[in-house]
């Protein structure tokens, strides 16, 4: 196809120079060749001799195309994007504009896109669980997965045997001991303890021990040792492993994996707390349940405890049991309530036990272990924190059970007998840790075969609900309970009663709720339901 002649060219080119100045504007025929240019094109396109223009080949091709269309690509070093302006059916200029710099910056904007997605979702996985174990194995794993071929993840222990996790590019995890000094690994004792570790360049791969690569990883090209920083102390440390013939780790390769690092931290230190406070807590809880009852000195004790709210096991009622050291001796028993509901009143409640358990031997004289009782309480400080509870000296004499009843500003005790009938013991006095001096009467009652003393807080006689649910349970409803407990053992007293105020509060809100059952046993009775405990009193 001929070109047009030479004059309407330089017309059209200074046309197009000048409409267009200073982007670099190029001529170019249909056939792909490049026919004039303006200064600022010839300065891009000029081949290294200077001699003639040298046209791109993916310019070339799309202007041999039968239709014009804008295109990018390398011009030397640079990248451009080309717009054309068809002249006449075998001429069109192309306008070339420079995207270098905003290519670049648009890389670094994806770049940093996926490397944001990645911190959220190593955030997202490394909060979904406060398990140790499980918090280093996402880490190693998400680092083998984003930042390297394989991770290694190390954190601090009590031995010297530090437990690893170690993940390679397959994503298979194995769990282990790092049995060796880490001061063998440059950096790696530092990150240990919390400190900024070498720059990754200063780790010579070759200063990598055997027993820190994974099995089958080949020849290590480059290592990076990051801290994991916890909560004031280290959590751990994180090593980056590449193979051999790849590149080291960039600038902002190593501050991807600080901010990575930082949030892994983060998570398993939050996770070794966690373990730390379950494991005090789980100390703490054996101290503070109300314990397990049975038979002692041939007498059935049985209790049963509700907290307030049914997310906790512990809160302001109590009971406790406490055998006599001899077998002609009282065993002391006791029930109450102190002020307030959860940990605080639990933590009241177990120092009462306390209290109470080193002065059994002091049971003989109720008057007595409760004035030495409140003189505790009132000397700790703090806020004034009260109590009511009752004492039960309880020993067996012959077949009856013979029981001394204290109550300090508690409900008073109630005796079923065998006949159905109930009966209050009248006993009184007041409660505890709130006035210097403290008055109490104490009563004596015998039980007689089958027969049982409930000792309950008034979170039984004041749980609200029935029908409409508002009424309060109260005591006579409770009477009522008790005269169908008739013969029957302990452990079925407290259960009957355990489950009648289920169904009465339901799902509502109620307070702590603690009974106890102290019953004389009789040598024949029919087994329960469950086959293994006993039933109701046949004889």
């Known amino acids: 196809m001929s070109s047009p002649p030479t004059g309407a060219r330089t017309r059209a080119l200074s046309m197009v120079s000048a409409a267009s100045a200073p982007y670099p504007v190029v001529l170019v025929d249909s056939d792909g060749r490049a026919l004039d240019a303006n200064e600022a094109a010839r300065q891009v396109l000029t081949a290294p001799s200077g001699e003639a223009l040298a046209l791109p080949d993916w310019l070339a091709d799309v202007s041999s195309s039968e239709q014009a269309h804008a295109a990018s690509g390398m011009i030397s070093d640079r990248f451009f994007s080309a717009h054309p302006t068809v002249l006449d059916p075998a001429t ?24 944001t997605a990645f911190l959220v ?29 394989a991770a290694v993840v190390i954190a601090p222990g009590r031995s010297r045997r530090l437990p690893m996790v170690t993940c390679g590019d397959q994503g298979e995890l194995s769990r282990g001991r790092l049995t060796q000094p880490p001061s063998l690994v ?3 004792a530092e990150a240990l303890e919390g400190f900024p570790p070498l720059p990754a360049r200063w780790i010579r791969p070759e200063a990598v021990p055997g027993w820190l690569v994974p099995e089958r990883f080949g020849p290590v090209g480059a290592v990076a040792v990051a801290p994991l920083p916890g909560h004031g102390v280290g959590a751990g440390a994180l090593v980056l492993l590449r193979r051999s013939g790849k590149d080291s780790f960039l600038g902002f390769e190593e501050e991807l994996a600080r901010l990575f690092a930082a949030r892994a931290g983060a998570a398993m230190s939050a996770a070794r707390l966690y373990a730390e406070q379950e494991a005090i807590s789980r100390v703490l809880m054996r101290e503070l349940l109300p314990p397990a009852l049975d038979r002692v000195r041939g007498v059935e004790f049985a209790g049963g405890y509700r907290a307030s709210e049914d997310t906790e096991q ?28 959860g940990l605080e009143a639990a ?6 036990r306390n209290t109470l358990h080193a002065l059994r031997t002091l049971s003989d004289d109720h008057q007595r272990v409760l004035g030495l009782l409140n003189d505790t309480l009132l000397s700790g400080g703090g806020p004034m924190r009260f109590a009511t509870l009752v004492l039960a000296s309880v020993r067996r004499e012959h077949r009856d059970v013979v029981l001394r009843l204290t109550s300090a500003g508690h409900p008073v005790p109630l005796i079923v007998r065998r006949q159905g009938r109930v009966e209050e013991v009248p ?6 840790g709130a006035l210097p001096r403290i008055t109490s009467r104490t009563a004596t009652v015998r039980l007689a075969p089958g027969e049982s003393c409930v000792l309950y807080t008034d979170g039984v006689t004041e749980a ?17 309970l008790l005269r169908g407990c008739a013969g029957m053992p302990a452990q079925a007293v407290v259960e009957r009663i355990r489950m009648t105020l289920a169904q009465w509060i339901g799902e509502r809100v109620h307070d702590d709720i603690a009974v106890m059952s102290i019953t004389a ?9 469950d086959g293994t405990t006993p039933g109701r009193y046949t004889a």
Do not use: Q
């Open 92 to 115: 069109t200029a192309w306008w070339l504009v420079e995207e270098t710099g905003h290519r670049v910056t648009s890389g670094e904007l994806l770049a940093h896109r996926r490397h």
């Open 121 to 149: 979702e190593a955030s997202s996985a490394l909060l979904a669980s406060l398990n140790l174990e499980r918090c280093m194995e996402t880490t190693a794993r998400l680092a083998a997965e984003h930042l390297a071929d």
């Open 186 to 188: 440059p950096g790696l």
């Open 314 to 341: 512990i809160g302001g009622d109590f009971y406790d049991v406490h055998p006599a050291g001899d077998e002609d001796g009282e065993t002391l028993a006791l029930l109450g309530d102190v002020s307030g509901k």
């Open 347 to 352: 933590v009241l409640t177990g120092k009462i």
């Open 427 to 432: 006993t009184s006095g007041s409660l505890i």
């Open 464 to 480: 609200r609900g029935g029908p409409r649910g508002t009424a309060m349970f109260g005591d006579e409803r409770l009477r009522h």
């Open 521 to 529: 046993p009789r040598s024949h009775h029919l087994t329960a339901v």
